[in-house]
Nanobody
Framework: EVHLVESGGGTVQAGGSLRLSCAASGFLFDDYARGWFRQVPGKAREAISCVGSSDGSTTYGDSVKGRFTMSSDDAENTVYLQMNRLKPEDTAVYYC?????????????????WGQGTQVTVSS
Protein backbone atom coordinates (compact mmCIF):
# COMPACT_ATOMS: atom_id res chain seq x y z
CA GLU A 1 0.00 0.00 0.00
CA VAL A 2 1.26 3.43 -0.95
CA HIS A 3 1.52 6.18 1.65
CA LEU A 4 2.76 9.70 1.07
CA VAL A 5 3.12 11.85 4.18
CA GLU A 6 3.81 15.58 3.98
CA SER A 7 5.29 17.65 6.79
CA GLY A 8 6.83 21.06 7.32
CA GLY A 9 3.82 23.28 6.87
CA GLY A 10 3.08 26.16 9.18
CA THR A 11 2.65 29.89 9.41
CA VAL A 12 5.30 32.28 8.18
CA GLN A 13 5.47 35.99 7.45
CA ALA A 14 5.57 37.26 3.90
CA GLY A 15 9.13 37.12 2.56
CA GLY A 16 9.99 34.14 4.70
CA SER A 17 10.80 30.54 3.81
CA LEU A 18 9.54 27.06 4.53
CA ARG A 19 10.66 23.62 3.46
CA LEU A 20 8.07 20.92 2.96
CA SER A 21 8.92 17.23 3.05
CA CYS A 22 7.08 14.23 1.67
CA ALA A 23 8.10 10.76 2.75
CA ALA A 24 6.89 7.75 0.79
CA SER A 25 6.32 4.14 1.72
CA GLY A 26 5.22 1.40 -0.65
CA PHE A 27 6.35 3.62 -3.51
CA LEU A 28 9.82 4.45 -4.78
CA PHE A 29 9.96 8.11 -5.73
CA ASP A 30 13.06 7.61 -7.82
CA ASP A 31 11.29 5.21 -10.17
CA TYR A 32 8.45 7.55 -11.07
CA ALA A 33 7.56 11.16 -11.67
CA ARG A 34 6.51 13.05 -8.53
CA GLY A 35 5.16 16.48 -7.92
CA TRP A 36 3.78 19.11 -5.60
CA PHE A 37 0.36 20.72 -5.83
CA ARG A 38 -1.56 23.20 -3.72
CA GLN A 39 -5.21 24.01 -3.20
CA VAL A 40 -7.17 26.87 -1.76
CA PRO A 41 -10.78 26.21 -0.67
CA GLY A 42 -13.18 26.75 -3.56
CA LYS A 43 -10.45 26.63 -6.19
CA ALA A 44 -8.98 23.93 -8.38
CA ARG A 45 -5.80 22.18 -7.34
CA GLU A 46 -2.79 24.02 -8.78
CA ALA A 47 0.36 22.28 -9.99
CA ILE A 48 3.51 23.65 -8.37
CA SER A 49 6.29 21.44 -9.63
CA CYS A 50 7.08 18.04 -11.02
CA VAL A 51 10.25 16.07 -11.61
CA GLY A 52 10.40 13.19 -14.03
CA SER A 53 12.35 10.02 -13.34
CA SER A 54 13.12 9.34 -16.99
CA ASP A 55 15.53 12.28 -17.40
CA GLY A 56 15.40 14.08 -14.07
CA SER A 57 13.95 17.22 -15.63
CA THR A 58 11.94 19.52 -13.37
CA THR A 59 9.22 21.97 -14.25
CA TYR A 60 7.51 24.65 -12.16
CA GLY A 61 4.28 26.55 -12.31
CA ASP A 62 4.57 30.18 -13.36
CA SER A 63 3.35 31.44 -9.99
CA VAL A 64 6.29 29.89 -8.11
CA LYS A 65 9.07 29.85 -10.70
CA GLY A 66 12.25 31.33 -9.29
CA ARG A 67 11.01 31.11 -5.69
CA PHE A 68 10.32 27.40 -5.11
CA THR A 69 12.73 24.51 -5.63
CA MET A 70 11.87 20.82 -5.66
CA SER A 71 14.48 18.26 -4.70
CA SER A 72 14.73 14.60 -3.75
CA ASP A 73 16.68 12.39 -1.37
CA ASP A 74 16.53 8.95 -2.94
CA ALA A 75 18.17 7.28 0.05
CA GLU A 76 15.39 8.62 2.29
CA ASN A 77 12.70 8.15 -0.39
CA THR A 78 11.66 11.72 0.32
CA VAL A 79 10.94 14.74 -1.83
CA TYR A 80 11.20 18.33 -0.68
CA LEU A 81 9.79 21.67 -1.68
CA GLN A 82 11.91 24.64 -0.64
CA MET A 83 9.73 27.74 -0.67
CA ASN A 84 11.43 31.13 -0.53
CA ARG A 85 10.14 34.70 -0.69
CA LEU A 86 6.70 33.52 0.31
CA LYS A 87 3.69 35.67 -0.44
CA PRO A 88 0.23 35.72 1.16
CA GLU A 89 -1.16 34.27 -2.07
CA ASP A 90 0.95 31.17 -1.46
CA THR A 91 -1.37 30.29 1.42
CA ALA A 92 -2.88 26.89 0.65
CA VAL A 93 -2.86 23.21 1.52
CA TYR A 94 0.15 21.66 -0.16
CA TYR A 95 0.12 18.09 -1.43
CA CYS A 96 2.78 15.79 -2.80
CA UNK A 97 1.81 13.29 -5.45
CA UNK A 98 3.26 10.37 -7.37
CA UNK A 99 2.75 8.99 -10.84
CA UNK A 100 3.17 5.42 -12.06
CA UNK A 101 5.28 6.44 -15.05
CA UNK A 102 8.54 8.36 -15.35
CA UNK A 103 7.31 11.21 -17.53
CA UNK A 104 6.61 14.44 -15.69
CA UNK A 105 3.13 15.94 -15.76
CA UNK A 106 1.40 19.00 -14.37
CA UNK A 107 -2.21 17.93 -14.04
CA UNK A 108 -3.70 16.32 -10.97
CA UNK A 109 -5.51 13.68 -13.04
CA UNK A 110 -2.11 12.24 -14.01
CA UNK A 111 -1.23 11.43 -10.40
CA UNK A 112 -2.86 8.43 -8.71
CA UNK A 113 -1.03 8.73 -5.38
CA TRP A 114 -1.52 11.63 -2.98
CA GLY A 115 -0.53 12.66 0.51
CA GLN A 116 -2.97 14.08 3.02
CA GLY A 117 -1.68 17.65 2.63
CA THR A 118 -0.02 20.17 4.89
CA GLN A 119 -1.26 23.71 5.52
CA VAL A 120 0.94 26.66 4.65
CA THR A 121 -0.18 30.09 5.80
CA VAL A 122 1.68 33.24 4.82
CA SER A 123 0.76 36.33 6.79
CA SER A 124 1.15 39.83 5.41
Amino acid sequence: EVHLVESGGGTVQAGGSLRLSCAASGFLFDDYARGWFRQVPGKAREAISCVGSSDGSTTYGDSVKGRFTMSSDDAENTVYLQMNRLKPEDTAVYYCAGRTVGLLAMHEDDFPYWGQGTQVTVSS
